[in-house]
């Protein structure tokens, strides 16, 4: 029989017809057969979030996976990085550095070993096989005293202590108040009303002053380290401590006008130096930051004019201690003033009333003339002197501002032109890039002062430059609060947005009771 | 028999020198004088090396004790004690010193503290001077034992540059020159600074030093304004 050409064409193309359907249905098959997975958060993740970590402490997630069944060919990894991530110069570039990874398996246990400060941890799930990714973030803070959060220096019964304070809008851990806790660790109050309170969230240590005593604490278990003559190679006379800043590797304190440092990049015994030598007296604020990048040329370069800026009250004249020579004996003037700079670092003639580093890399120096008049300086000292450090701005009037010829307590922030100030019983704002005017946000009931305001800057935290705390007094019942208000740094205005996004139902201000008499407030780690 | 008296006579001699009464020892010799001075400055020699650098300023002189020893008995008076500079070997003279050559040692007393005083004359920063005292015979004493007859004591204010200077020092305090080193001692009382000994001070206690020195210096030019600090060769002081 005959098989005619076609008949055989025919078959091969049935059979190769049958076995593309065949592959087609493998694929198709395959595809709508892959199962997604994801991380269970249950039991770890909000544990991880109000925990508050020592460094050195190891951070543990017993992890699972849902529908783990099909998802067999996993990859993991954790990884762990600052909040204020961001790039970092390496040789003439700027780049985001790897983030440091803290484990390549599903659960987590892993020694912590970052400094001190806020982080996100972050869990990197992926199927290898179908490349599907599952990623979860959580925040956490590395804390390094004994407990991190807001320290109110206060007055009890004529003498010092310390309030340790956190609240649930802070948004670190449960909120806590360790009330007393010189008192807790020594049996009894420092003597002395409060004089200073210091800190620095990198070293791990505070130093606590009355008028009468004061030394170095741990900030571990607040044991002194040393006392006030122990603190220096040749300790000045009085105790009279109106400033402190830890920067530039550096750690400067003001007292009676003059300024003493440890350099904490040299050999030392922890003991200050004898004072900047020289003729002056100084104001016992410092802007935390004296250098900055800037694109140049194609390339980012650090700019750093200054070591430290200080103001000096006597000679009314911003001083420096110059980048080029850090260990300087004695302060240098700047570059004379350019004839079209709208004022004169080395000839401001005014008495600096505060200061503090903010918005734009300004140091805020809000000054007062002979007749009481305030105004507002906003020299950047974070560039190289060209004879002009008015960049920003002119010289801003702030006569305008309601009841700034009482204000006695100032605050600046750090995410926008804003800046608030206290009188006896009104707390206002003042945004320098408005009107002119300030806007009154509270106004406490006759029978309580203000005694203290803090605007909270800690630097990497989604709430900086939003929350503001006030110590309050009543003095006919002998008792302090706290009050703690949320604005919005832009704006200058009571603003609740914060706590609106972390879900808290809280007042603004909302008010804690159980304090002494509040000087001044600090944030530690 | 002859024998037995010979026998008893040695015994009896020997029991008759035995019951003889022991006398003590008593000094024979007249009465004499040493001399010395404290241990820590003469080491346990006749000499005393003695700097004025260390000082301030404004130190313009010291004291050093001579002591003169008694060499005899004490006795119920007053005796006198003689000292004299032997010229020869001293190159101090009175500007630089003050000695009385005369002393008491008291009745019942065996040792009288001589003061000598040295004095921080301008020239001991060129060239350091020396003294010989010795024991002078008088009327009560002889002169005591050749080892304790005499004292030495050489002095001067002379400033030297560290030998660590360049290598160690010039990081906190610049270019070296006396005045400068002169400066430095009178801010801080140190002479010579072992920065990078295993037991000298660290970086922070030089730098220490240093502001001291800053501010003597800025201290003396704010009250001088016409006459700013200069070192020996007429260059302003500088850190």
Same mark, same amino acid.
């Given at each position: 029989m005959k098989i005619k050409i076609f008949q055989i064409l025919f078959f091969v193309g049935c059979i190769l017809s049958a076995l593309n359907s065949c592959v087609d249905n493998n694929i198709n098959s395959t595809f709508n057969d892959v199962t997604s997975f994801d991380v269970d958060t249950a039991g770890w993740y909000n544990k991880m979030r109000i925990n508050t970590y020592y460094k050195g402490d190891t951070i543990k997630a017993n992890v699972t996976l849902k529908n783990a069944a099909g998802n067999e060919n996993m990859k993991y990894y954790w990884l762990i990085y600052s909040t204020s991530y961001s790039q970092v110069t390496e040789g003439n570039k700027l780049v985001w550095p790897p983030a440091d990874t803290l484990s390549k398996?599903?659960?987590?246990?892993?020694?912590?070993?970052?400094?001190?400060?806020?982080?996100?941890?972050?869990?990197?799930?992926?199927?290898l096989d179908t490349k599907r990714m599952s990623i979860t973030t959580v925040p956490i803070t590395i804390k390094n005293s004994i407990e991190s959060g807001l320290f109110a220096l206060e007055e009890i019964n004529g003498n010092t202590d310390v309030d340790i304070f956190r609240s649930e809008r802070m948004a670190m851990g449960n909120p806590i108040h360790l009330k007393q806790y010189y008192n807790t660790a020594f049996g009894h109050a420092m003597p002395g009303k409060p004089q200073y309170l210091a800190v620095s969230n990198d070293l791990p240590y505070l130093y606590l002053f009355s008028e009468s005593e004061g030394g170095r604490l741990s900030s571990a278990d607040f044991s002194l380290m040393a006392d006030f003559s122990q603190l220096f190679y040749n300790a000045p006379s009085n105790i009279q401590v109106e400033g402190y800043l830890? =920067?530039?590797?550096?750690?400067?304190?003001?007292?009676?006008?003059?300024?003493?440092?440890?350099?904490?990049?040299?050999?030392?015994?922890?003991?200050?130096?004898?004072?900047?030598?020289?003729?002056?007296?100084?104001?016992?604020?410092?802007?935390?930051?004296?250098?900055?990048?800037?694109?140049?040329?194609?390339n980012w370069v650090l700019l750093q004019n200054s070591h430290m800026v200080v103001y000096d009250q006597?000679?009314?004249?911003?001083?420096?201690?110059?980048?080029?020579?850090?260990?300087?004996?004695?302060?240098?003037?700047?570059?004379?003033?350019?004839?079209?700079?709208?004022?004169?670092?080395?000839?401001?003639?005014k008495k600096m009333v505060y200061g503090e580093y903010g918005f734009n890399s300004s140091f805020y120096s809000i000054f007062e003339n002979s007749t009481g008049q305030k105004s507002l300086y906003l020299p950047n000292f974070t560039t190289i002197d060209v004879g002009n450090f008015s960049a920003n701005s002119g010289v801003i009037p702030m006569d305008?501002?309601?009841?700034?010829?009482?204000?006695?307590?100032?605050?600046?922030?750090? =995410?926008?032109? +804003?800046? +608030?100030?206290?009188?006896?019983?009104?707390?206002?704002?003042?945004?320098?890039q408005g009107n002119g005017t300030s806007n009154k946000l509270y106004s406490l009931p006759s029978n309580l002062k203000f005694t203290t305001i803090h605007l909270w800057r800690p630097g990497g935290h989604p709430a900086d430059s939003k929350i503001i705390w006030a110590g309050?007094?009543?003095?006919?019942?002998?008792?302090?609060?706290?009050?703690?208000?949320?604005?919005?740094?832009?704006?200058?205005?009571?603003?609740?947005?914060? =706590?609106?996004m972390i879900g808290l139902q809280v007042d603004n201000p909302a008010i804690f009771d159980g304090f002494g008499k509040i000087k001044m407030f600090r944030f530690k780690l | 028999m002859k024998k037995y008296i010979y026998v008893i006579t040695t015994v009896l001699l020997i029991f008759i020198a035995n019951s003889c009464k022991n006398e003590d020892f008593l000094y024979q010799d007249v009465a004499r004088i040493r001399i010395g001075s404290d241990v820590s400055l003469t080491r346990g020699s006749d000499s005393i090396?003695?700097?004025?650098?260390? @000082?301030?300023?404004?130190?313009?002189?010291?004291?050093?004790?001579v002591y003169a020893y008694l060499i005899g008995k004490t006795e119920n008076? %007053?005796?006198?004690?003689?000292?004299?500079?032997?010229?020869?070997?001293?190159?101090?003279?009175?500007?630089?010193?003050?000695?009385?050559?005369? @002393?008491?040692?008291?009745?019942?007393?065996?040792?009288?503290?001589?003061?000598?005083?040295?004095?921080?004359?301008? %020239?001991?920063?060129?060239?350091?001077?020396?003294? @010989?005292?010795?024991?002078? &015979?008088?009327?009560?004493?002889?002169?005591?034992?050749?080892?304790?007859?005499?004292?030495?004591?050489?002095?001067? %204010?002379?400033?030297?540059?560290?030998?660590?200077?360049d290598t160690s020092l010039m990081e906190f305090f610049g270019s070296y020159s006396l005045v400068k080193h002169r400066l430095i001692i009178d801010a801080t009382g140190i002479a &010579?600074?072992?920065?990078?000994?295993?037991?000298?001070?660290?970086?922070? &206690?030089?730098?220490?030093?240093?502001?001291?020195?800053?501010?003597?210096?800025?201290? @003396?030019?704010?009250?001088?304004?016409?006459?700013?600090?200069? %070192? &020996?060769n007429g260059v302003l002081v500088i850190f």
């Open positions: 398996k599903l659960s987590l246990v892993a020694p912590l070993m970052k400094k001190p400060g806020f982080y996100y941890v972050t869990l990197v799930a992926e199927n830890n =920067a530039n590797n550096t750690e400067f304190l003001v007292n009676n006008g003059k300024l003493y440092s440890i350099y904490t990049n040299k050999a030392n015994n922890l003991k200050f130096s004898s004072p900047i030598a020289g003729d002056y007296s100084m104001a016992p604020w410092m802007p935390s930051q004296t250098s900055d990048y800037a694109y140049i040329d194609g006597k000679y009314q004249r911003y001083l420096q201690i110059p980048a080029s020579n850090p260990y300087a004996a004695q302060f240098s003037s700047f570059k004379t003033t350019t004839a079209d700079a709208p004022f004169d670092v080395n000839n401001i003639g305008q501002c309601q009841n700034i010829a009482n204000a006695k307590y100032y605050g600046v922030c750090g =995410a926008g032109p +804003v800046l +608030v100030y206290a009188t006896d019983n009104e707390l206002y704002a003042f945004n320098y309050v007094w009543d003095e006919a019942a002998q008792k302090g609060y706290v009050y703690e208000f949320e604005i919005s740094p832009s704006a200058g205005i009571l603003d609740s947005s914060w =706590a609106d | 090396s003695y700097s004025f650098v260390s @000082y301030n300023k404004n130190i313009t002189f010291d004291t050093i004790h008076y %007053d005796r006198e004690v003689k000292l004299e500079v032997d010229v020869a070997r001293s190159t101090a003279t009175s500007p630089h010193y003050v000695l009385p050559t005369t @002393y008491t040692l008291k009745a019942n007393s065996n040792v009288v503290t001589i003061p000598l005083k040295i004095n921080r004359t301008a %020239d001991l920063t060129m060239k350091g001077v020396r003294l @010989y005292i010795k024991v002078a &015979e008088s009327k009560d004493f002889k002169i005591g034992t050749n080892e304790e007859n005499h004292l030495k004591v050489a002095w001067s %204010d002379v400033l030297q540059k560290p030998n660590n200077w &010579e600074f072992n920065y990078g000994d295993s037991n000298g001070p660290n970086w922070s &206690e030089m730098t220490n030093y240093k502001r001291l020195a800053v501010a003597l210096l800025l201290k @003396y030019n704010s009250e001088n304004p016409a006459n700013l600090l200069k %070192d &020996e």
